[in-house]
């Protein structure tokens, strides 16, 4: 028997008014994500991929259309519901790391532990940012880490409640290519271990060959 998807995306519409009008950015967007599969969410600037990421992830509603997380009917619960649900199955990535400054590196990683309630944060915490290479790192705050030491916590961040599903916007936009290229190595390593399923937004073509599969997104629709 096949497992049922992590993400169910049917006929996803979102529409906003503007001066001219309505404009439609993401027009009956239709996709499927089994556990453990990769995608990459690939197009130009303004073609609705971070929005289309945003309502995957609960944080934006569209104006049509559904979404189901792990058999959940997304926008059948509200906003309170929506980030329990999002607590317990979905980690972020992001292109400007999105760490807290007034946090240590250590205290970033154990805060989405500490709101479940897990008694064991900071150990696993500890133990996550020896896997991305900075246990040396712990007590440093944000402003002192590199760019790619930051994006490497908040890999560790996402990665350390074991997640099902990894959303991932332009995470080596903000990285020169050597960092990006090494941050990226370790994110599909650790997604792989965790088996996790991941979606990955990048304008990066080599980038998104590395996932399963691509949905290419123009003016708002899936094309081919």
Known sequence: MSEAPIITVQRVTKQVADSTGTLTILHEIDFSLQPRESVAIVGASGSGKSTLLSIIAGLDVPSSGSVKLAGQEMFALDEDQRAALRAQN????????????????????MLPLELMGRNDARAAA?????????????????????GGEQQRVALARAFVV?????????????????TGETVMALMFDMNREAGTTLVLVTHDRAIAERCDRQLHIEAGRIVN
């Open 90 to 109: 979905v980690g972020f990535v992001f292109q400007s790391f999105q760490l807290l400054a007034t946090l240590t590196a250590l205290e970033n990683v």
């Open 126 to 146: 500890t133990e996550m940012l020896r896997r991305v290479g900075l246990g040396e790192r712990l007590g440093h705050y944000p402003k002192v880490l590199s």
């Open 162 to 178: 074991r997640p099902a599903l990894l959303l991932a916007d332009e995470p080596t936009g903000s990285l020169d290519f050597a």
